[in-house]
């Protein structure tokens, strides 16, 4: 439980160990609760289970190096995601909670399975006699925004868009900006029935921006903030955004337009959910009076998505007229490159944001400025393998 954030954005923390730390607690809680991950639960940060729980293993050989292990281990580790999801959902249709976690690259090659779930799951609701499922609740971590070393075969935010195209109304995608939010994510989904959670955040640490309350209140008003911290008021452009690495991006471009144009005002809203056709999660979708009050009703929506510019766009044309959109995000553009080039890449960076401030002001001069610091970085990440901004 964090109280209050005193300076946000000034310390680091990892999404990832805090969802393992809360992982831990419910393996220590529940003895019926299990954990699937195709081998990638230590890579991924979520290794605190293995202080208190083992890798399920059978008869087979095992070195000095090997993590714990015993035949009845409660984490599944097997690197086939068909298999693993097909088990887990077994152990849902006893009743008992789970979590899968994985590359997000990876997820898609079980988008089908999780379709058929989902129409399971709809059916089941038509029967009396069913109790509610646990939710089918899965990790999404070593994204596309920080794949420096694997390139871009890892590098797929397609299941995002994928299951927030089917009108189920059985979906939640949901963009913790922090451990903090990511916490009451976790408490969310844990909470959950009947319903499919992907969860999305980056495993390495990020600025911490908001207290526990405020992660709460976004799930509350309906998956959508204002951040004070970095808004006025009576703006004249509003910034959003959906994804912690890209939020710390429009969060710099903030910056830098600050110094740059004093005379535009901003304000900053962060969305930390999408489900079909709206911001926020199944049942608490964000009204288009909160909207207008977050969004106002007439300024320009430049945002930063996680994934697909178009996936958010769609969702956010259900609010507000496609001429005030600016929508930014992974275009499909990737190598094993340093962080800051992946989002240069894909038109994602502060300066690709702040460019296109510079643009709606008929600042020529700063745009030209923002291009030119771009293709540095361009340079530089060529030459010495590393980025001048961080």
Known sequence: ??????????????????????????MERDPHFYFFSPDETTSNKFDAMFEIEKRAWGDLRKENWDLPESSDGRIIEMLSENVLFSVMTGHLANGEKTMMGSYEAFYP????????????????????????????????????????????????????????????????????????????????????????????????????????????????????????????PEPDIVFTACGDIVAHESLEAIKILREDLPEVKIRFVYINSLTYRGIGTVGNRLSQEKFDELFTTNKPILANFHGYPETLENILENYALRPRLRVHGFIEEGSTTTPFEMLRRNGASRYDLAIDVARIKKRDDLAEKYIKILAENHAHALEFGEDMIQ
């Open 1 to 26: 439980m964090i109280d209050r954030v005193e300076h946000p954005g000034a310390e680091k923390f990892s999404p990832a160990v805090k969802i393992g730390e809360l992982l831990k607690q419910e």
């Open 109 to 232: 090659i079980i988008t089908a399975q999780i379709l058929q779930e989902m129409k399971f799951i709809k059916q089941s609701l038509n029967v009396s006699w069913r109790d509610a499922l646990p939710a089918v609740n899965l990790l999404s971590t070593s994204t596309c925004w920080r794949q420096d070393h694997n390139g871009f075969t890892h590098q797929s935010p397609a299941l995002i868009s994928a299951l927030l195209a089917v009108p189920s109304g059985l979906v939640n995608c949901i963009f913790p900006i922090d451990d903090t939010a990511a916490e009451e994510a976790y408490n969310f989904m844990i909470g959950s029935e009947n319903v499919v959670n992907l969860t999305t955040f980056d495993k390495n640490e990020r600025p911490r921006y908001i207290d526990s309350h405020h992660a709460k209140f976004e799930f509350d008003n309906g998956g959508a903030s204002l951040y004070q911290f970095a808004s006025e």
